[in-house]
């Protein structure tokens, strides 16, 4: 991925950044152009919304076999996060041992390295979760 | 809307057919249907091409216009489309050149699906499976299409009990099928307990959990049905085609253990097809981890949810229970060229109400399904066929 693709997501990476429609109140994350509940009624009314960066396991895997940019973290503990302001992302969990991971179990967002474009490329920060 | 048949099928051997280029592969599908359906070049009025990724594995875009030339439909200019949606590819390739003939737009319309994937490395082809889920918000931070399956399973077994071994049977039953399909890139009997050793891709998929890397191509002829008769004793009509979306990332669905496209799509194609799920002899569906498998069970409607792992278990999919899925060996056995499962599954369907599966014909089928997904489920593409 080329730098300036990366920064445009910055904000969402870095700060948990969503949005909330103006017109209904739901929040979204990551940003999306229009809220899915109030379609054309939400344009122009989607405000930047920050989460707090906690939230629970839904489902999670042990990944084994992974691209070359994650590589040098297999096996690696991947999950889908239900945040407490209602969305759902997907992130990996870590300071733990992957066997004591469990669906329902409460985590906070940390800022993380994720990974690197090579050894002397880029190195792309974002969230991962860790136990509460 | 016109009635459509179908009057020809090809397929490929699939594998790693390191001596077949993708433009072969394509051209030998296109062939054989071709033959099948004792029409030459010359009659074709549309080409659609389902392939999901020939930009990555072979760095060739615009392989509609490749396929066209190479099967010489070029010089009459005859009008090619490549479709392109994900791991779906070919199924809506089939969709399309169906809605071609049923508005009446075309005649003859030839579809395939086309895919090589043993010409790229390993990891560009884990990197073009997972570009099938939302790359900025799912790839970007490990979550390959194995890992995203595995999640579905790991909520599967929370809510419904399903177990590691029940997964294993899907692989078991699709393999013991695949042997009796002459085309299969695997033809080998595997056993519950080697599936669930086998080494770990993503917990709990095993190796044996996922479909191969494969090669291959397939390819249908559909013409007007009150035409088909001057090409073959044999039609097969298209009785329902259904299409659907859902969230591209797997975290925004409302479940893990259900795939809404796939529900919407066979409810449009049962209505369509005035056919309910008790209808199907026989259906080929997107096993590309097992888990799919047992998923688009429950959302076809073959079982109520959290039913589908104990029925497979248990032989109600198999060649000779209440209903087999997947006789073509699926994805797991008969391999998962990428673009060209959706209209291998095609092929399979005509085989078995045509008559002529051989030794995985399903005794006196009348009415298939197919069922072919894109990634984790962001399209489904459901189609019923029946025997004219």
Known sequence: MAGVRFWREIQSRYNLVGVKCGNCGTIDFPPRPLCLKCHRESVGKMEPYQLSGLGEVVSYTIVHDAPKHLSMQVPYVLAIIKMEEGPSLTGQILDMDPKDVKIGMKVRATLRRVSEESPSGVIYYGYKFVPL | ?388
Not at chain 2, 199 to 224: E, K, Q, R, Y
């Open chain 2, 1 to 388: 809307m016109r009635e459509v048949a179908v009057i020809g099928i090809g397929v490929t051997k699939f594998g790693e057919l390191w001596d077949k280029s993708y433009r072969e592969l394509a051209i030998e599908a296109g062939l054989l249907a071709m033959k099948d359906a004792k029409i030459s070049s010359e009659d074709i009025d549309a080409m659609y091409l389902g392939n999901m990724s020939a930009g990555r594995l072979v760095e060739q875009e615009h392989v509609g216009a490749l396929a066209a030339d190479y099967a010489g439909l070029v010089t009459r200019n005859v009008p090619s489309t490549r479709i392109e949606a994900a791991d779906a590819s070919g199924g809506l390739a089939f969709r399309h050149g169906y809605l071609a003939v049923a508005s009446g737009m075309h005649d003859i319309v030839v579809v395939g699906g086309a895919e090589k994937m043993t010409d790229a490395n390993d990891m560009q082809v884990v990197e073009t499976l997972a570009s099938s889920s939302d790359v900025e918000w799912e790839a970007f931070f490990g979550g390959t299409l194995p890992a995203l399956f595995a999640m579905m399973a790991r909520r599967h077994m929370h809510e419904y009990g399903t177990t590691k071994a029940q997964l294993a049977s899907v692989a078991v039953k699709n393999h013991k099928h695949g042997m009796k399909n002459p085309n299969a890139q695997f033809r080998n009997e595997i056993k519950v307990d080697a599936v669930v050793k086998a080494t770990m891709v993503a917990d709990p998929l095993g190796l044996f959990d996922c479909s191969p890397l494969s090669d291959g191509a397939a390819a249908v002829i559909l013409c007007p049905l009150d035409k088909a008769k001057k090409y073959t004793d044999k039609p097969v009509k298209v009785i329902g085609s259904g299409q659907a979306s859902d969230m591209l990332a797997l975290h925004d669905r409302k479940s893990l253990t259900s795939i809404s496209s796939t529900v919407a799509a066979a409810k449009r194609a049962f209505e369509q097809a005035k056919k309910k799920p008790s209808d199907i002899d026989v259906a080929e569906l997107h096993d590309s981890y097992t888990i799919a498998e047992i998923i688009s069970i429950e959302d076809l409607g073959f079982s109520k949810p959290g039913e589908a792992a104990k029925g497979v278990e248990n032989g109600e999919f198999s060649l000779g229970g209440r209903l087999p899925i997947n006789t073509s060996g699926g994805l797991k056995a008969r391999g998962h060229p990428l673009g060209a499962t959706g209209v291998a599954q095609v092929v399979e369907i005509v085989h078995q109400l045509r008559g002529t599966a051989g030794e995985r014909q399903v005794k006196d089928a009348k009415v298939g399904l197919t069922h072919n997904l894109g990634g984790t489920g962001g399209t489904a593409v459901v189609h019923i066929f029946e025997r004219a």
